[in-house]
């Protein structure tokens, strides 16, 4: 594997497992938090829009789904204008959550990015940014 794809893996690999042992208590996994921060964001959204925003297909954004609704952080209902369509709402659990979900994102990026002077953070954010821009 190219070092680049290589520290990159590691270092997503590293993040999620930091994320589960932070998001534990809270009864949530790692894959929990860009579910929750994204419909925290977006109330409403559908299950299609959340699965193209977090980059997740669209069978196991439903079981994640049914995961958080069973321990009471989103609410799901069908869609008034589409019934096909099923949209998917914070409950007061997941906006309560929310702040510490944002405390781990960054408490982790501090921690990666300890080493770093400011102008090395900022060419790397931006250099990720310009890769991400083309996947």
Request: proline share 5%.
């Amino acid at each position: 594997m190219p070092a680049l794809m290589y520290n990159i893996t590691h270092i997503a690999r590293c993040a999620a497992q930091y994320r589960s042992e932070e998001m534990t208590p809270f009864g949530l996994k790692a894959c929990h938090a860009s579910y929750l921060v994204t419909i925290c964001r977006h109330p409403g959204i559908t299950q299609d829009q959340l699965a193209k925003r977090i980059f997740i297909n669209k069978s196991n954004v439903a079981r994640q789904l049914v995961v958080l609704e069973e321990n009471g952080f989103v609410e799901r209902r069908p869609s008034p204008d589409d019934k096909r369509a099923t949209l998917v709402y914070p409950t007061q659990k997941a906006m309560d959550i929310l702040p510490e979900i944002h405390r781990i994102f960054h408490d982790w990026e501090a921690f990666v990015a300890q080493d770093l002077t400011e102008e090395e953070r900022i060419l790397a954010v931006k250099m990720l940014e310009k890769i991400h821009a083309r996947s």
